[in-house]
Structure formats: C-alpha cells, structure tokens
C-alpha cells in the first residue's frame, strides 16, 4: 500500500502520526511525506530541512517531497490545490494523512483546506492532531506501544 502523509511543516507528521507510519513502514508499506515549507517561522530553515530529512530516514521513508512556500505564509488554494495533486499523481497514494483542520495555526487549515478538495479522488484521508490543533474528535486509534521509543527518536530529530 502506498501512504502519502502531508504537513505543513516540518515535525507535523512526527507528530501527528509517526507512530503509525513507523507500524506502516514495518509492514511493508510505502511511505511518502509531503512537507510544504521549510519551517523557518520555527527556526533556522536549512537546520529544519536537514531534521526533516534525518526523520524521514529514521522513519524509512520512499521519498520526501518540499513544497518550498514560505513559512506562515502559504498561499490560497487555487495554489496549493493543484500542488498537492501533483504529488498524489506521483504516489498514487491509497491513503492519505494531513492536518487536521480545526487548528489554531494557520498553515495547518490552510494544508487542511486544500488538501479536501485534491484528495477528493483518494479513498482512505485522515486527518491528525497536532498539538496545536482543537476539537479533534479520533475515530481511528493505532496502538503503538510497541515502537513508542522509535517514534520518541523521530520525535527528537526536530
């Protein structure tokens, strides 16, 4: 199975889900992550491309993809639509994971916002709580107690 998981920045997806896409990888899944900018509203860019990619190699990922726009800064959705479109056609993902919505951070409802609309043809999207994000109601939970201490490293790359 193909999983493609999208953020806003880099360590949304560590995360969001890191835990369930170490579980995926593990069973043999491919794994592709999205990242649509570089983080420079948290930091220095370069050290947050260079942690962003450490990760993805920890979490085994197929290949990582940079959007590049800027930071808190992204723009609307007839931009972002067919950006996102551009790697679903790319990965042929089964599913697709992304910030949720209901969030407090900008770039998180906007990647949120567009990504709706792109995946409209995906079958299986779901959408992950970050720690800025509100009202977030699971309907899926994935036990992964098991690879905690591995998702703990993913989560001290950023």
């Known amino acids: 199975m193909n999983i ?3 953020g806003a920045h880099p360590d949304d997806i560590e995360y969001g889900c890191g835990g369930f896409l170490l579980k995926a990888v593990e069973n043999g899944d ?9 983080g ?30 800027p930071d808190t800064q992204l723009p609307g959705a007839n931009v972002l639509i067919p950006k996102i479109e551009e790697i679903l056609h790319l990965v042929k993902p089964d ?41 977030f109601e699971p309907n899926l939970f994935v036990e992964i ?9 993913l989560l001290k790359c950023h």
Do not use: M
């Open 145 to 153: 107690e098991n690879i905690l201490e591995r998702k703990i490293e």
């Open 40 to 69: 420079e509203g948290g930091g220095d860019p370069e050290i947050r491309e260079k942690e962003q990619e450490k990760a993805a190699r920890l979490l085994g990922v197929q290949k990582l993809f940079w959007g590049n726009f």
């Open 4 to 6: 493609l998981a999208i």
């Open 30 to 38: 491919k794994v592709y992550l999205f990242i649509l900018t570089r």
């Open 95 to 135: 599913e697709v994971y992304v910030n949720y919505y209901d969030d407090t951070h900008q770039d998180h409802r906007a990647v949120a916002a567009a990504a709706i609309s792109a995946t409209r043809y995906v079958k299986n999207v779901l959408f992950y709580e970050d720690y800025t994000t509100s009202n």
